[in-house]
């Protein structure tokens, strides 16, 4: 089993930025892990907002994000990383941190298969 921890979400002005984090632990050094982050908005679907692979050399960003936010991660820390500048009031949402066991990109819900427990951002215009 694979525990996520997120953390850093918060209230922050339109034009801010926050850095939200995501600590794994459990059995994280036993397999490659692909991780990501979605977000879920009151009475919408969880979307996908970016993903990164095992080494970190490969992320995806969905369109509404590429330019404002950017996902790594410190494989020694086991933690990933998700900057976000720019922020829009249509950014607020529940962010969840997922893991699965991969080497590479994954950017499906159905994909993964260990999820956090959700952090709040809020944007406020």
């Known amino acids: 089993q694979v525990q996520l921890v997120e953390s850093g979400g918060g209230l922050v002005q339109a034009g801010g930025s926050l850095r939200l984090s995501c600590a794994a632990s459990?059995?994280?050094?036993?397999?490659?892990?692909?991780m990501g982050w979605f977000r879920q908005a009151p009475g919408k679907e969880r979307e996908f907002v970016a993903a990164v692979s095992w080494s970190g050399g490969t992320t995806s960003l969905a369109d509404s994000v590429k330019g404002r936010f950017t996902i790594s991660r410190d494989n020694a820390k086991k933690t990933m990383y998700l900057q976000m500048n720019s922020l829009k009031p249509e950014d607020t949402a529940v962010y969840y941190c997922?893991?699965?066991?991969?080497?590479?990109?994954?950017?499906?819900?159905?994909?993964?298969?260990?999820w956090g427990q959700g952090t709040q951002v809020t944007v406020s215009s």
């Open positions: 459990g059995r994280t050094s036993s397999s490659a892990m692909g």
């Open positions: 997922a893991a699965a066991v991969s080497w590479v990109v994954l950017t499906t819900r159905a994909q993964y298969d260990y």
